[in-house]
């Protein structure tokens, strides 16, 4: 048996980053806090991750509820959600969006 291990590192310039303070109720700062301790983070890189998560998330939600609506093609969908148009299109379909519209198909397939 073959055992592979990956590393994933990710390196920030600590130079030219903002800063970012909120106030969060109890609740929330325990929950944080055990997300701390199960992911083995310090405070300020689970912070950046989670935002991180959470802004890839609503990148991809606004990218699917503007292609839904019929606004925007799917490869400017696509560019919206960071992703290629393979991999956008793959998400359309996980989430049961049609992107094929007479209006935008010629866009779309020049895209592809």
Not at 6 to 28: H, K, N, Q, W
Not at 53 to 66: G, K, M, P, V
Not at 84 to 90: L, T
Request: hydrophobic share 40%.
């Amino acid at each position: 048996m073959v055992v592979t291990e990956a590393f994933v590192y990710v390196v920030y310039d600590v130079y030219s980053m903002g800063t970012i303070s909120a106030r969060v109720p109890d609740e929330l700062e325990t929950e944080f806090e055990q997300y701390l301790e199960d992911e083995n983070l310090d405070r300020s890189t689970a912070v950046r991750k989670l935002l991180s998560e959470s802004l890839e998330q609503w990148r991809h939600e606004r990218a699917l509820d503007r292609l839904a609506e019929g606004s925007i093609t799917l490869s400017k969908a696509a560019e919206i959600a960071e992703l290629s148009v393979w991999e956008f299109a793959q998400l359309a379909e996980d989430h049961d969006v049609t992107w094929v519209d007479d209006e935008h198909l010629d866009d779309d397939l020049e895209a592809l």
